[in-house]
C-alpha cells in the first residue's frame, strides 16, 4: 500500500505539473512569457564561448556528433530569436544582438572542425573548390539569411553571398543536384534542404537569384524522391552512375524535420506532406507524437538522431512535428505534441529561465523544440521591402 501511494503521488504530481505548464498554450500571447524565458535560457548557454558551447554537447556521442550537436543549437537558436523578434517586435533587437554572437560562434574553427575532418579541409577557407561541405555552410547560410531578415546588419553580407554562390553551384555541378553530407555516405535529404531554404531566403534579398536552382530541385524532390508507399520525400538517396535511387527506410525524425522546412518555401506541398506524416507517423497512446518506423515496432531503442525511443516515439521527430504544426496552423495538434514535450522534459523555472530538465542532457532538443514551436505561420513569410 506504501508503494501503491507513493506511486499514485507520483502520478497526480505529474499530472498536475504538466497542466500547470501547458494551462497558457494555444496562442503566441499566453505562452509569450514562458517563450521569452526559454529564450533567456538558450542564449545563457549558447551565446558564451565556441569552447563552452562545444562542452555543453554529450562527449559520449563523439566529436562528429558533438559537432553537429553544437551547429544544430547555433542554428535553431537563432532560428527561435528571429521568430521571437517577428512575434514578439519588442525584442527585435535583443534577437539582433545575440544572433551576431552566435553567428560569430558558429563561424569558429571549434564549431568547423567537424566538418573540416570529415573533408579533410576548412569549409571556410575552401569555397571556391569543390568539395561539398553542405552541412556547415547551408546552417550557417540559414543563420545569416534570419539575422539579415529581422533587421540585421551588413557585416556578414560577403560571406553571405560567397556562401550562397558556392552551394549554388555545387548543386548545379552534381549528378542529381543533391550534395553529400560527407565523403563516402548517402545524400541526407535534411541536410539539402536546409540548402535549399537557405539559398530561397537570400533569393528574397537579391530580386530572386538562384530562383531557378530551388524550382528545379523542388520538382525533383515532388516527382523523383517521393517515397511511393508513404507519398514522403526520401530521408536518404544514393547515386548510381546517372540515376538516384532512394534508400530506405523513410524515417519519422527526417520527415517530420522535411516537412518544416518545407513549410518555409513551398506551403502547398507541405501541407501534403503533413498530411502524409500524420497518416503515416502520427501515434496518440499512449502519449501524442511521431513514431521513428512507420512499419514496425519499437518500444525501446536508440539512435543518433531521433534520439532515445520509447514507446515508438521518436523525440526528434516529435519536436519537428511541432515546427509543421506551427507552421501550417495546425495549433490542435501543436498543443498535443507540447504536452508531449512536457511530459517527457518536464519544464523548470528560475530567475527568469525555462528550460526542459532534459535540456541538461541534451542542450540542441531545447533549441530546436523553441524554434519549432515559435514558426509561426507568418513567420515564414519573409518581406525584405
Excluded at 115 to 125: G, K
Excluded at 203 to 230: F, P, Q, V
Aim: charged share 20%; proline share 3%; net charge negative.
Amino acid at each position: 500500500m506504501i508503494i501503491t501511494s507513493i506511486i499514485l503521488l507520483l502520478v497526480v504530481t505529474k499530472v498536475i505539473w504538466v497542466a500547470c505548464a501547458t494551462s497558457g498554450h494555444g496562442s503566441f500571447e499566453g505562452e509569450k512569457a514562458e517563450i521569452i524565458r526559454r529564450a533567456n535560457y538558450l542564449t545563457s548557454k549558447v551565446a558564451t564561448s565556441p569552447q563552452e558551447l562545444f562542452d555543453e554537447m554529450p562527449s559520449n556521442i563523439g566529436a562528429q556528433f558533438q559537432g553537429e550537436w553544437a551547429l544544430y543549437t547555433c542554428s535553431m537558436t537563432s532560428a527561435a530569436l528571429a521568430n521571437i523578434a517577428i512575434l514578439y517586435p519588442q525584442n527585435k533587437e535583443t534577437s539582433i544582438k545575440f544572433i551576431s554572437q552566435i553567428i560569430d560562434i558558429a563561424m569558429s574553427p571549434e564549431l568547423r572542425e567537424y566538418d573540416r575532418a570529415r573533408w579533410n579541409e576548412d569549409p571556410l577557407e575552401t569555397l571556391d573548390g569543390e568539395k561539398s561541405h553542405v552541412s556547415y555552410l547551408s546552417h550557417l547560410a540559414w543563420m545569416i539569411g534570419r539575422y539579415k531578415q529581422i533587421g540585421g546588419d551588413n557585416r556578414y553580407d560577403e560571406l553571405y553571398h560567397s556562401i550562397c554562390e558556392t552551394m549554388n553551384r555545387r548543386i548545379l555541378q552534381s549528378k542529381s543536384m543533391n550534395l553529400q553530407t560527407y565523403p563516402e555516405e548517402c545524400i541526407y535529404i535534411p541536410d539539402m534542404f536546409v540548402a535549399i531554404v537557405a539559398l530561397s531566403d537570400y533569393s528574397h534579398l537579391s530580386n530572386g537569384e538562384y530562383k531557378s536552382t530551388i524550382d528545379r530541385w523542388m520538382e525533383k524532390a515532388k516527382n523523383e524522391w517521393t517515397d511511393k508507399e508513404t507519398g514522403l520525400v526520401a530521408s536518404f538517396l544514393v547515386e548510381y552512375d546517372d540515376s538516384t535511387r532512394i534508400v530506405l527506410p523513410v524515417k519519422g525524425s527526417y520527415s517530420a524535420l522535411n516537412c518544416y522546412y518545407l513549410s518555409l518555401i513551398d506551403t502547398e506541398f507541405a501541407k501534403i506532406q503533413y498530411e502524409c506524416l500524420k497518416k503515416n507517423f502520427i501515434q496518440t497512446f499512449p502519449f501524442t507524437g511521431i513514431r521513428e518506423y512507420y512499419d514496425r515496432t519499437c518500444l525501446f531503442g536508440m539512435d543518433i538522431d531521433a534520439g532515445p525511443i520509447i514507446f515508438n516515439l521518436s523525440p526528434s521527430g516529435t519536436a519537428f512535428a511541432i515546427g509543421c504544426a506551427t507552421s501550417l496552423g495546425d495549433m490542435k495538434f501543436r498543443c498535443s505534441l507540447l504536452k508531449t514535450a512536457e511530459i517527457a522534459g518536464s519544464t523548470i523555472t528560475w530567475f527568469g529561465k525555462s528550460h526542459y530538465l532534459l535540456s541538461d542532457l541534451a542542450l540542441v532538443g531545447e533549441a530546436i523544440t523553441l524554434a519549432m514551436r515559435t514558426s509561426a505561420p507568418h513567420t515564414t513569410v519573409i518581406d525584405y521591402k
